[in-house]
């Protein structure tokens, strides 16, 4: 079943945890780093492209750094972050030019992706590197994001960027052999899950955080990255990073870790782009007939069911649409800002060119712009 599902497969996002690139108490692990890159050069012979996400640049500068403090502040893991990120890309440039394969760092923001046109600009910018046959490798700008701005932890980035790359494939290498009903370094009777046929409640409940020092998210943030590239119709293999020969292994279909099934009924790319992509800058509330329209029949929000507005956005702006019980219900990107649509809640389409002196459309949220929360 894997080897089909993955027969297909021409471009692969692999993202590498932070444990598997360091060494037991701290330091690059040259040697895993130098098995990574040949197992990615060795893909590329067979035709299949790659896209690296990779951790390791504040472990990798608390290392350099030679920090004595067990726990890093969010100004000092940006430092370590700036000292690591270039001791990163030399240990993956040399362990690269072996095969005459050039590396190129991407260093993003979560605001780089959130804007269209960055987005359009970064998808082509990876393009160029791979239709030039470099290997691109991706982390987060830790050293000038802020919380607001952050992806929060690379498995997030790593599903953005399967996204972002039109990527068949995400493999996640970490720690462990892959996910388990419970978290084994405090359940030892957790049994490793195989195969994930839909990330169901129970699937995230089993997930829980990280037992290391060095790793951010856990289990949680992997298999919500895996449910967004599942919404973007393409599987996700979480696999044991220190393995040798894994990402072969992985990508040529044997059974290694967990195999995350595509969700039959994904989001189309836009839609993937504003329900994953995308911040909230406000709120619609609605009332309980726009509820039922947009819920039931799929249809656009128009100006006559809206209540009311929070926040202060622009037109072209994403917000959360939400019901008369303040649940939301629906994300989208607006045609009128916030102060447009407190002049014209409640009216008629035909009357906003009145209201306002001027029209862009009869909808508010047009439904090729609108996610509803229960398909995401
Ligand atoms: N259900 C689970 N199955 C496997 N690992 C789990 C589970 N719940 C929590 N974990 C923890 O998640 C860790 C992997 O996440 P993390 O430390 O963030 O790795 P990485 O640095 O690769 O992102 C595992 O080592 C384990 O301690
Ligand atoms: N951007 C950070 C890594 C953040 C992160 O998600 O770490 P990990 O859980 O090890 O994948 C770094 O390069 O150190």
Redesign the pocket.
């Known amino acids: 079943m894997r080897r089909e599902l993955l027969q297909q497969v021409r471009r692969v996002v692999i993202k590498v ?4 690139l360091t060494v037991e108490g701290g330091g690059l692990d040259h040697d895993a780093i130098t098995r990574l890159c040949d197992e990615m050069a060795g893909l590329r012979k067979q035709g299949i492209e790659v896209i690296l996400v990779s ?1 390791g640049a504040v472990a990798a500068g608390r290392d350099a750094l030679r920090s004595a403090d067990t726990t890093l502040t969010i100004p000092q893991k940006q430092a370590a972050a700036a000292v690591g990120q270039p001791l990163l890309m030399q240990a993956y440039q040399q362990a690269c030019t072996r095969h005459g394969l050039v590396t190129a760092q991407i260093l993003l923001t979560a605001e780089d992706l959130a804007n269209r046109n960055r987005f359009l600009n970064a998808r082509t910018t990876l393009e160029s590197l791979l239709t030039a046959g470099a290997l691109p490798v991706i982390n987060e700008n830790d050293s000038v994001a802020v919380a607001e701005i952050k992806f929060g932890d690379n ?1 997030n980035l790593s599903a953005l960027v399967t996204s972002l790359a039109e990527a068949d494939l995400l493999l996640i290498l ?3 052999e892959g ?2 009903s ?4 405090s359940d030892p009777d ?1 049994q490793l899950i195989p195969l994930v046929r839909s990330i169901t409640r129970e699937i995230e409940r ?7 020092n ?6 949680a943030t992997k298999v919500t990255a895996a449910k967004k590239a599942a919404r973007f119709g393409v599987p996700t293999i979480l696999a044991p990073g220190k393995q040798p020969g894994v990402i072969t292994a992985a990508v040529s279909g044997q059974e290694i870790g967990t195999l995350f099934l595509p969700a039959r009924d994904g989001l189309n790319r836009r839609k993937h782009w504003i329900a994953y992509t995308l911040r909230p800058a406000g709120k619609i509330l609605v009332d309980a007939g726009a509820q039922k329209a947009l819920v039931a029949k799929g249809t656009s929000l128009l100006p006559s069911g809206i209540t009311g507005v929070e926040g202060r956005f622009e037109r072209g702006r994403c917000v959360r649409i939400c019901g008369p019980d303040g649940v939301e219900i629906a994300r989208g990107l607006s045609d009128y800002s916030n102060s447009e649509i407190q002049l014209i809640a409640g009216h008629k389409s035909a009357e906003i060119e009145q209201l306002l002196g001027y029209r862009y459309g009869d909808d508010v949220v047009h439904r090729d712009n609108l996610v509803l929360i229960n398909s995401i």
């Open positions: 945890g932070s444990r598997v951790s498995d970490t720690d462990i996910l388990y419970a978290n084994p370094s957790a089993m997930a829980g955080g990280s037992s290391s060095v790793g951010t998210g856990g289990m």
